[in-house]
């Protein structure tokens, strides 16, 4: 009988017309619930998050998981890894601000749009992530289609970096990354997570309007020092 453990490594979890690899549902599956405490600005967001990562990062850096291509997505296996170093940030960076007070209506941090210096530090951030994801994707890793997937590396990147530090901007952001996602994913054969993007599509919407609403009612009633929760 497998285990639990064995399961998850090599269990697969049927649907009509053919079966999918568990970790991709389920890894999945931890991602939505990370973001949807995101969008309630929860402490949890980032640990369950991290989980997600850890498997996904398996899937898609072997990408004969899919049964469509032989190539690994390493833009969707880098942005993994990413989110699990942004997430110890994130969350390193949401405790120090819930621990001086936090917001005013309990969450861990209170959403704001950022400031035309941090929108210009986005775009930089983002123009250098891309070429710099594209250049290692074409001559270092190799991928299945670099352009797109050095947008969802680069994006995903803005994203959580965002989400880190409580721009509402971190959700058009989002909105970005999953229009590019779904289409990529789709023709790499990985349809439970471009199903779960077209989901995100949707919830990162709602998530958009929950977070302008709390931007306008919510205040930050902690007493960090902005500087000091910013990496050199």
Do not use: C
Request: avoid cysteine; aromatic fraction near 14%; glycine fraction near 12%.
């Amino acid at each position: 009988m497998m285990s639990l453990l064995e399961w998850l490594i090599h269990g697969t979890i049927p649907v009509p017309g053919g079966e999918l690899g568990a970790r991709e549902v389920i890894g999945n599956l931890f991602g939505l619930a990370s973001a949807i405490l995101g969008m309630k600005r929860f402490m949890w967001a980032w640990p369950v998050g991290l989980v997600g990562n850890v498997l996904l990062f398996t899937v898609f850096a072997t990408g004969e998981l899919s049964g469509q291509i032989e190539d690994p997505l390493w833009g969707q296996a880098g942005r993994q890894v990413f989110f699990a170093l942004v997430s110890v940030y994130g969350w390193w960076r949401w405790s120090q601000v819930s621990s001086a007070g936090g917001a005013s209506d309990g969450g861990a941090i209170a959403p704001r749009w950022a400031t035309n210096a941090e929108r210009l530090q986005l775009l930089v951030l983002g123009v250098v992530g891309y070429a710099t994801a594209y250049l290692l994707l074409t001559r270092v890793l190799g991928s299945w289609g670099p352009t797109t997937e050095a947008w969802i590396l680069a994006g995903s990147m803005l994203a959580t970096y965002g989400m880190a530090r409580g721009w509402v901007e971190f959700w058009l952001v989002w909105i970005l990354v999953d229009v590019v996602g779904v289409t990529t994913l789709v023709q790499a054969g990985f349809y439970p997570t471009a199903g779960m993007y077209l989901f995100y599509a949707v919830f990162v919407v709602v998530g958009f309007l929950v977070w302008l609403r709390d931007a306008r009612t919510v205040v930050d009633t902690s007493a960090v020092d902005e500087d000091a929760v910013i990496p050199a």
